[in-house]
């Protein structure tokens, strides 16, 4: 489904109804979520948060913010995806140490 949002297309086939800074956001607070509650199979590496973005998004493989992870996570935690309101829960970074066990850096 295409949607006209301030003279953008916006393609939200594959993102359940969610723009692209929506997507950001829910990907970010559901992480934080899932490493609270010690669902470490379920917390997300940045880049299996590009593989979610590129996937919800197909029609824009090419856009380089969906590889720029950390910088968008920084615009997150200054509340710049969220109108000047700063996140009640700062997102991090995670990576999977050699035994495949999640960790936050």
């Not at 590496?45 to 950390?70: C, G, Q, Y």
């Amino acid at each position: 489904m295409l949607k006209k949002r301030q003279g953008q297309v916006i393609d939200k086939s594959n993102s359940n109804g969610l723009g692209v800074c929506e997507m950001w956001i829910k990907l970010f607070k559901e992480n934080e979520q899932h490493f609270e509650a010690k669902q470490f199979d379920k917390v997300m590496t940045d880049k299996e948060i590009t593989e979610a973005m590129l996937k919800a998004f197909p029609a824009r493989k090419n856009s380089k913010i969906f590889h720029l992870v950390h910088k968008v996570r920084g615009r997150y935690n200054r509340g710049r995806l969220l109108k000047g309101v700063e996140p009640k829960i700062q997102s991090f970074k995670y990576v999977r140490n050699g035994k495949g066990k999640i960790e936050r850096k």
